[in-house]
């Protein structure tokens, strides 16, 4: 009994980081094209680019973190569900 408690209380962890990845690359993913948006409408109007190309690039690697964490705890999500059925 209290292993299956440990083991939903795991679930529920990899569920609910899960659901906090997907947001989190919902809103990094909106994010990074306004900025690229930004980035194009400032290189046409020939200004400085230099801040928004550095805001481009910390968005874009927090997204690639993201989604590297999602992949991850997809396939725990995956492997809890391979467990449930043994």
């Given at each position: ?11 529920v ?7 906090d990845?997907?947001?989190k ?6 994010l ?8 194009a ?10 801040s ?17 964490i ?6 725990l ?10």
């Open positions: 009994m209290l292993a299956f408690i440990a083991y939903s209380r795991a679930v962890v990899v569920a609910n980081t899960l659901g990845c997907r947001n690359v919902l809103k990094l993913t909106g990074a094209q306004i900025r690229r948006i930004n980035l409408q400032a290189q046409a109007a020939s200004k400085d680019t230099a928004i190309q550095a805001a481009l690039a910390d968005t874009e690697k927090k997204l690639a973190t993201n989604i590297a999602v992949g991850f705890t997809s396939f999500w995956m492997l809890g569900f391979v467990f449930c059925w043994d």
